[in-house]
């Protein structure tokens, strides 16, 4: 610790010495083509451009674990001022903990939570949005279009991702929770199915439920592709979308274009870019020898109607 | 060796309906399954599996439930009548599942709109207008097209290098779902023209899947190709000395199932109204259990289309009969493992005790 707290002095000596001094930070994403890591990254690039001195080094792990711990030893060799891991392998991030932590440099970890995360050293944190907050908010809205409608009961179905897949599992739990609330308990799970994040799969399941023709009111789904997949097939058995409320999230172009027709009701947008500049803020402090909480959560937001607009050129 | 011992009198007294229909058992497994469904739903859910017990509908059965039972098998179906094919003439097809996937990236890219809901289609692969709103026959040339490449790729692969089917096709699976990631860098492609959607609107796929189980029935049955599959898939070497060029044959078998997948890839994509670099994830190996489920030979040399179609039949019943007896979904891929597992254990039984009754 006094070691530690030694660094933290020597460190903070040297930016009072040299105020405004550039800072330098060293970007390794687990890989480029991915579409909305490529967003996070623009995000965190955007933000660098508009703070005067600050210099960033981003390169493309290539999905590669060892490729990825090559370039945090390499960012440390240079004298980088702090560095943002996007990691390859989230079980495999301890050894890019040491690495930094014998190196003493900053560093942040952004969007995939590592599984260190609860051991991080002082001057290391987690940058992402909270899991927990995206089914929550998208079910919170679909009982409030219930409430708003005057509804005493209403029967919803479930739509699940992948059963594997850790956000299927959180927002499945998060449904069950707020529906479980005092607020929301006049609302009742028919059943719950997997559609494995599928659109055509989320469409035959669709059919199938409604050939048990059962009343329903609503369909929660744990991603847009299966909620648009349950739309298309409540179109094609001609029921009237004005009647059933169906919830997604993600907020992809298909899901607004979906949602400007009028037909999906809710959807909730993980803000990419917002995790980018979050990382490049939280490893700014760090390198200034500034506290910052081990986890960063940068807000999931709701996308309804309303404000649907606003997340049109974002994903 | 009882076979031939017992020779044309067993043939002569075998004209039973079973060796005039061989799919019976499989039929005989359909209407099981689905009688287990009604009784099941009679008993635990209060409801019938098959007919109608609604009052804001009329009719004796539940049709809905008929509809969807096989418009949800009749994409994958699409391709188990190419699998049918390759597996009787000895082969085995692990591609089509991601020749599905590329196939719908790459003709989907000329199957989109310029404007959606009055703003410029945000997935549009072509910055050009002139790629946009292109006539239908244009994206449907382009995967025909694709089916081909990939067909004759395989079939010259299994041909020609002698390399085992097996890893001839695992290689197009596995470089093909590349192709379709690498289209867009993963992202999808939506939003096809008015013309486009109909292919695989409504009860079209069912349609399609019909009308191509007819054909390729009525071609395996009645012609040369149908014949020199089965003799190929039962004997190489007999069918090679009897004059079939097997060679040209096997390049033949394989580019139909290609181009069936890339049909089944035009259909998927219509219906969904979008393409994606994971279409047709384990559609190859749900097209395989559909037509080993439904007696065909994984040797080769045995099996047929109506056998397929049935097998993928049983796969609908179950899928439908699933959720409507609201089956725990973590249960529901364990209990379909055991039913392709247990219908293929049955029919070597049923083999086994024909060829040694002789």
């Known amino acids: 610790m006094k070691k530690y707290a030694f660094v ?34 623009n995000g965190m690039i955007a933000q660098a451009k508009g703070m005067s001195g600050v210099e960033l080094q981003v390169e493309d792990a290539g999905n590669d674990v060892a490729k990825q711990l090559d370039q945090i030893k390499n960012f440390i060799a240079s004298g980088v001022d702090a560095i943002i891991v996007n990691p390859v392998d989230t079980s495999a991030t301890q050894a890019m903990t040491d690495a930094a932590a014998a190196g003493k440099k900053p560093l942040v970890y952004v969007n995939r939570q590592p599984i260190n995360v609860d051991t991080l050293p002082a001057n290391q944190a987690f940058v992402a949005s909270n899991e927990a907050d995206s089914g929550t908010l998208e079910t919170k809205e679909v009982c409030r279009i219930f409430k708003a409608a005057g509804k005493k009961e209403a029967n919803v179905y479930v739509i699940m991702g992948e059963l594997s897949n850790q956000a299927a599992v ?12 005092p607020d929301c308990n006049f609302i009742k799970i028919i059943d719950k199915q997997t559609s494995n994040w599928n659109r055509d799969e989320a469409q035959n399941l669709m059919t199938n439920w409604l050939s048990t023709g059962k009343k329903f009111d609503g369909v929660i789904a744990n991603n847009d592709e299966s909620a648009i997949g349950a739309i298309q097939a409540l179109k094609a058995a001609k029921v009237d979308l004005k009647t059933v409320v169906v919830g997604g999230v993600d907020a992809t172009q298909d899901a607004l274009a979906s949602m400007k027709g009028g037909d999906l009701a809710v959807t909730v947008f993980q803000d990419a870019a917002g995790q980018g500049a979050g990382a490049l803020d939280a490893a700014l402090k760090l390198a200034k020898g500034e506290k910052v909480d081990r986890k960063v959560y940068v807000p999931f937001k709701l996308v309804t109607p309303a404000n649907m607009n606003d997340f049109i050129k974002k994903n | ?108 890219s000329f199957a989109q709109v310029s404007m959606v809901n009055g703003s410029p289609n945000p997935t549009a692969v072509f910055k050009g207008t002139e790629w946009l709103d292109l006539p239908v026959l244009v994206p449907l040339i382009i995967a025909l097209g694709c089916g081909i490449i990939a067909g004759v790729t395989n079939g010259a692969l299994v041909a020609y290098t002698r390399i085992p089917p097996f890893i001839a096709t695992l290689g197009m699976m596995v470089t093909a779902r590349g192709i379709s990631k690498w289209i867009t860098k993963g992202k999808p492609i939506s939003f096809p023209t008015e013309a486009y959607t109909k292919i695989g609107s409504g009860m079209m796929p069912v349609v399609i899947f019909i009308s191509i189980a007819i054909l390729f029935h009525l071609i395996m049955t009645y012609t040369k190709y149908g014949k020199h599959s089965y003799a190929i898939g039962s004997n190489e070497e007999a069918a090679r000395v009897s004059g079939i060029k097997v060679e040209n044959h096997r390049i033949l078998v394989y580019t139909i199932a290609a181009c069936l997948a890339a049909l089944a890839a035009v259909v998927v994509s219509s219906k969904n109204l979008t393409a994606q670099s994971g279409m047709g994830v384990m559609y190859e190996l749900d097209a395989i259990a559909m037509a080993v489920i439904g007696g065909v030979s994984l040797s080769g040399g045995r099996g047929s289309i109506i056998g397929t179609v049935l097998g993928a039949l049983i796969f609908g019943v179950i899928i439908s009969g699933f959720t409507f007896m609201r089956l725990d979904a973590y249960y529901q891929e364990m209990v379909k493992g055991v039913i392709i597992v247990g219908a293929v254990v049955l029919d070597q039984w049923r083999q086994r005790s024909r060829s040694l009754r002789g």
């Not at chain 2, 439930?65 to 949800?72: A, E, G, M």
């Open chain 1, 8 to 41: 933290a002095a020597v460190a903070v000596t040297a930016i009072m010495s040299s105020s405004a001094m550039a800072a330098k930070i060293g970007v390794s994403m687990a890989k480029f083509d991915d579409n909305f890591l490529t967003v996070l990254r």
């Open chain 1, 170 to 181: 959180q927002r499945t739990k998060d449904i069950e929770e707020v529906i479980a609330t």
């Open chain 2, 1 to 108: 060796m009882a076979a031939t011992q017992a020779g044309p009198i067993s043939r002569e007294s075998d004209r039973s309906l079973k060796s005039k229909f061989p799919e019976l058992n499989v039929l005989i497994a359909l209407v099981v399954i689905v009688a287990t469904f009604e009784i099941l739903g009679r008993v635990f859910m209060g409801d019938s599996f098959l007919f109608n017990t609604r009052t804001d509908v009329t009719g004796l059965f539940n049709e809905q439930r008929l509809q969807i039972i096989i418009l949800q098998v009749s994409i994958v179906g699409i391709i188990a009548v190419g699998v049918t094919q390759v597996i009787i003439s000895g082969g085995i097809d692990l591609s089509s599942g991601s020749v599905v996937g590329a196939t719908a990236m790459i003709a989907m």
